[in-house]
């Protein structure tokens, strides 16, 4: 199986604090890259960023998933920039069930496809709404 590397692009530091907290319950995970636009950084300094890693992991003969925090912002305009630059695959609207799911499964699931249909609906099963009828099994 092939060996896969995950690159987080978010808004400012969200996504270097979200692999933090993956790590505190998965451990560390040392195949995971994140990198974010901060206040007064240029979008084209980040693309550069994201770049160099995924060239980075295409001459190592990796796998490359990339996640990003929100669809329409400058940081998935550069994640969806870097389907122009490698064969790799795009997640927007990473959160930590998503994470979790991607590096629990990471190792394990040969069809990258399927990994990463996974981590997106663990994503979305990972949003759940509580109100106190339903807390209390009223509803």
Known sequence: ?????????????????????????????????????LPGQ????????AFE????????GVDTIV??????????????????KSDCKVMLGANMPMLVQLVQDIHDTE???GLVSAGAQAGRDGVIVKDRATLLGKK
């Open 67 to 84: 996640c990003c925090d929100l669809f329409g912002g400058s940081p998935s305009n550069v994640a969806l920039s870097c389907l122009g």
């Open 42 to 49: 240029s979008v084209d300094d980040l693309r550069e960023r």
């Open 111 to 113: 069809d990258l496809d």
């Open 53 to 60: 890693a995924l060239a980075k992991n295409d001459a190592d």
């Open 1 to 37: 199986m092939k060996e896969r590397r995950v690159l987080v692009i978010t808004h400012g530091r969200f996504g270097e604090e979200l692999v933090k907290s993956v790590e505190m319950i998965m451990g560390p995970q040392d195949y995971i890259t994140a990198m974010g636009l």
